[in-house]
T-cell receptor
Framework: AQSVTQLDSQVPVFEEAPVELRCNYSSSVSVYLFWYVQYPNQGLQLLLKYLSGSTLVESINGFEAEFNKSQTSFHLRKPSVHISDTAEYFCAVKDDGSNFGNEKLTFGTGTRLTIIP | EAGVAQSPRYKIIEKRQSVAFWCNPISGHATLYWYQQILGQGPKLLIQFQNNGVVDDSQLPKDRFSAERLKGVDSTLKIQPAKLEDSAVYLC????????????FGPGTRLTVL
């Protein structure tokens, strides 16, 4: 069974300050890792994903996350946040496909990022 | 490209009543998922379809929840009878093919059971 832990339920950050949202996972098999963002009254949108290759992945709006296998972490970072980044962020994990048929995404409990002007 | 459509967006019912949610996935997407997101928690998979067949319904409370995708396109999730603890956002997602890694989510249906 897989699990995802997001230790911070809420993170307030001043505008233009850096932020890190933490994500740790547990799995007995190799995994793919995802960050989804949920803006108010909207569905989840994929922010970035790690499938293989470079352990540092980036999104188009300045977020990045680094896969650390030894620490089983996939923390999300942004060097300078904007008001528009206010949203809830979910980390998710999934089998890497070697266990054919298991497409289930397991989500963390989410981190609400609030940007303070 | 149109996204995943869900209706209704909001529903309020009394406990023991029945309710149904509808989802239309992105055109051509073979895989469809229903998730339950309780306030303060991450989404939890209820059921996964591949075309019109069920792939995983291990976390679906089958005594009260049912889902179908008869023609392999749109899908309906039903709760009968509803309990207070069913209050949640029900999210539908779809992906292009089996094994494709990105799931696209609809806006969700917020259910309140009184």
């Amino acid at each position: 069974a897989q699990s995802v832990t997001q230790l911070d339920s809420q993170v307030p950050v001043f505008e233009e300050a850096p932020v890190e949202l933490r994500c740790n996972y547990s799995s007995s098999v190799s995994v793919y890792l995802f960050w989804y963002v949920q803006y108010p009254n909207q569905g989840l949108q994929l922010l970035l994903k790690y499938l293989s290759g470079s352990t540092l992945v980036e999104s188009i709006n300045g977020f990045e996350a680094e896969f650390n296998k030894s620490q089983t972490s996939f923390h999300l970072r942004k060097p300078s946040v904007h008001i528009s980044d206010t949203a809830e962020y979910f980390c998710a994990v999934k089998d890497d496909g070697s266990n054919f048929g298991n497409e289930k995404l397991t989500f963390g409990t989410g981190t609400r990022l609030t940007i303070i002007p | 490209e149109a996204g995943v459509a869900q209706s209704p967006r909001y529903k309020i019912i009394e406990k023991r009543q029945s309710v149904a949610f509808w989802c239309n996935p992105i055109s051509g997407h073979a895989t469809l998922y229903w998730y339950q997101q309780i306030l303060g928690q991450g989404p939890k998979l209820l059921i996964q379809f591949q075309n019109n067949g069920v792939v995983d319904d291990s976390q679906l409370p089958k005594d009260r929840f049912s889902a179908e995708r008869l023609k392999g396109v749109d899908s309906t999730l039903k709760i009968q009878p509803a309990k207070l603890e069913d209050s949640a956002v029900y999210l539908c997602a779809s992906s292009l093919v089996f094994g494709y890694n990105e799931q696209f989510f609809g806006p969700g249906t917020r259910l309140t059971v009184l």
